[in-house]
């Protein structure tokens, strides 16, 4: 017999995937393939859902989703970096465009004081977005921490459709200082990075925003996504400079830690050293990008994160004007973090 409430959601998920005209994946581990039998429960899913994959082992995520051995290594199988891998590959490997992965400690036994029973990572992934990844810590037994998570994986992929509830929130339990700091350092161990590479150099943690909204759309329809307080910041500072006869815009604004580690990861493939990368990336965990309050400044003719941006009109005018709307100067020349200098880079420090 079908669950009543499993059923609701999976059609508002089959509507929304339908009305985009997009199709969904799915990779379970602990769930064991609950939640592409959720969906296919319902009459005519074949139009929107369009494989499920189960890799309940790490030989499964390795051999079927292409999760790397080294980022199992790092981390086990129960981690957020884990799951976004298990999202990417499903998309990779499929013809959908949207992708849900769920890893976790279901019990009754598997649990460890850092996972206990109960925990359980999900990610979301999309072919033209950054992956998002939550880790939760579900009560009860293993059947209701399976059932939880299969709720909380659809109403993920309804939220990342902007179908579902605001994505608006105070933080979770994943999201406090331990867990996240237990979340950077896997994807540090899964790049390669020394415990101590930064040691000297003051880097503090920055938080992943929860509550964003589009402040800008490129040229190329890329949305730029800021913090609520920023984004209207940079609308009043953008439109103060415009009336100057000074044109702004946004080169990256906010960016997710699973984006900056790709970014790493693509450097790394490139034969760059980690010494010259994190001269000019900051490392995943720790960009001013991951709180929605960052945003790299250009201007038209101007060559995009190069240092002549300051011979621009447009540095000269936020040099001059910036501090009024909030926003700051985070790497001049000579910066503590140890960064190269970056005048394009500012961050808004809200009073």
Same mark, same amino acid.
């Given at each position: 017999?079908?669950?009543?409430?499993?059923?609701? #959601?999976?059609?508002?998920?089959?509507?929304?995937?339908?009305?985009?005209?997009?199709?969904?994946?799915?990779?379970?581990?602990?769930?064991? /393939?609950?939640?592409?039998?959720? $969906?296919?429960?319902?009459?005519?899913?074949?139009?929107?859902?369009?494989?499920?994959?189960?890799?309940?082992?790490?030989?499964?995520?390795?051999?079927?989703?292409?999760?790397?051995?080294?980022?199992?290594?790092?981390?086990?199988? $129960?981690?957020?970096?884990?799951?976004?891998?298990?999202?990417? /590959?499903?998309?990779?490997?499929?013809?959908?465009?949207?992708?849900?992965?769920?890893?976790?400690?279901?019990?009754?036994? /598997?649990?460890?004081?850092?996972?206990?029973?109960?925990?359980?990572?999900?990610?979301?992934?999309?072919?033209?977005?950054?992956?998002?990844?939550?880790?939760?810590?579900?009560?009860?037994?293993?059947?209701?921490?399976?059932?939880?998570?299969?709720?909380?994986?659809?109403?993920?992929?309804?939220? #990342?459709?902007?179908?579902?509830?605001?994505?608006?929130?105070?933080?979770?339990?994943?999201?406090?200082?331990?867990?996240?700091?237990?979340?950077?350092?896997?994807?540090?161990?899964?790049?390669?990075?020394?415990?101590?590479?930064?040691?000297?150099? &003051?880097?503090?943690?920055?938080?992943?925003?929860?509550?964003?909204?589009?402040?800008?759309?490129?040229?190329?329809?890329?949305?730029? #996504?800021?913090?609520?307080?920023?984004?209207?910041?940079?609308?009043?500072?953008?439109?103060?400079?415009?009336?100057?006869?000074?044109?702004?815009?946004?080169?990256?604004?906010?960016?997710?830690?699973?984006?900056?580690?790709?970014?790493?990861?693509?450097?790394?493939?490139?034969?760059?050293?980690?010494?010259?990368?994190?001269?000019?990336?900051?490392?995943?965990?720790?960009?001013?990008?991951?709180?929605?309050?960052?945003?790299?400044?250009?201007?038209?003719?101007?060559?995009?994160?190069?240092?002549?941006?300051?011979?621009?009109?447009?540095?000269?005018?936020?040099?001059? &004007?910036?501090?009024?709307?909030?926003?700051?100067?985070?790497?001049?020349?000579? &910066?503590?973090?140890?960064?190269?200098?970056?005048?394009?880079?500012?961050?808004?420090?809200?009073?």
């Amino acid at each position: 017999m079908p669950d009543p409430g499993f059923h609701r #959601l999976a059609e508002a998920v089959g509507a929304a995937l339908k009305a985009r005209g997009l199709m969904l994946a799915t990779a379970e581990s602990c769930t064991g /393939g609950w939640i592409a039998e959720v $969906v296919t429960m319902v009459a005519g899913s074949s139009e929107w859902f369009e494989r499920g994959f189960v890799t309940y082992t790490d030989v499964s995520k390795r051999e079927m989703l292409g999760v790397r051995e080294a980022t199992l290594a790092a981390c086990g199988a $129960v981690a957020e970096p884990v799951v976004v891998e298990m999202a990417e /590959g499903a998309l990779a490997r499929s013809r959908a465009q949207v992708a849900v992965a769920v890893s976790g400690v279901a019990g009754p036994g /598997g649990g460890t004081p850092e996972k206990p029973v109960g925990t359980v990572c999900i990610a979301w992934a999309s072919r033209d977005g950054a992956p998002r990844a939550e880790t939760f810590r579900f009560p009860g037994d293993r059947e209701a921490v399976r059932r939880q998570s299969v709720e909380r994986a659809l109403d993920g992929v309804l939220e #990342l459709l902007g179908a579902g509830a605001a994505r608006a929130r105070a933080p979770g339990p994943a999201e406090t200082d331990a867990g996240y700091a237990d979340r950077v350092r896997c994807l540090h161990d899964a790049l390669g990075v020394p415990a101590d590479f930064f040691a000297g150099r &003051n880097l503090p943690l920055q938080p992943e925003a929860q509550d964003l909204e589009i402040v800008e759309t490129g040229v190329n329809g890329r949305e730029y #996504l800021l913090a609520p307080a920023a984004a209207a910041a940079w609308r009043r500072m953008r439109d103060a400079a415009a009336a100057d006869g000074v044109t702004l815009t946004i080169a990256s604004a906010f960016r997710s830690v699973g984006r900056q580690a790709e970014i790493v990861r693509e450097k790394l493939a490139a034969g760059i050293g980690l010494d010259a990368i994190f001269a000019a990336s900051a490392p995943p965990g720790y960009s001013e990008h991951h709180t929605g309050r960052a945003v790299d400044v250009s201007t038209p003719g101007a060559r995009a994160f190069e240092a002549d941006f300051e011979d621009t009109p447009a540095f000269r005018w936020l040099q001059a &004007n910036a501090g009024r709307f909030g926003f700051v100067l985070s790497y001049p020349p000579g &910066n503590a973090c140890g960064y190269d200098y970056e005048p394009w880079h500012w961050c808004h420090h809200p009073s």
